[in-house]
């Protein structure tokens, strides 16, 4: 089954593809995507737009797509609002929990050397995760440094 990786112009985007090691991606962005051999894009209207998680639900329906990895921060923002819509769907949104995006959402002064991605606590692609990185239950895509001196970590964003 397919997924579908927002931010489809950003270098993130296929740094998720190559991690999640998955060959039936789609790419989106709110902009045409040059056409890749091998790859399917589509245009999304932006986050702002008052039909923007409709949209995207077309789109995931239209494509077969089961699990959404948005990339941009208000996606995130807006998707979340519209989790239990997609659920219903049986589409998979990888984003943290409401209280989680509450709590750490952040300006993101750096940039992690290691992407993780996780699934109810449970890492499906990417870094492991040391003890010192505590993301019970949480589901998303999620950034962390080996050099930050507190071992932060922030999602992974374009």
Known sequence: MPVLVTAGLSPEAYRLQRILDI????FSDETALPQI???????????????????????CLDLGITRVYPLNL?????????????SEYDIFLII?????????????????DNVTVLEHGVVVAGSKLTDNY??????????WATSEPKKEYNLYLA
Do not use: C, Y
């Open 74 to 86: 208000g996606e995130v923002m807006e998707l979340a609002k519209a989790r239990t819509l997609f």
């Open 134 to 143: 505590l993301l019970d239950n949480e589901t998303g895509v999620f950034e």
């Open 96 to 112: 943290p929990s409401d209280l989680w995006l509450q709590i750490n959402i952040r300006p993101n002064s750096w940039k992690g």
């Open 23 to 26: 060959k039936d991606v789609v």
């Open 37 to 59: 051999p091998n790859s399917l894009s589509i245009v999304l209207p932006p986050h702002t737009s008052s039909s923007f998680a409709h949209e995207m639900l077309k789109s």
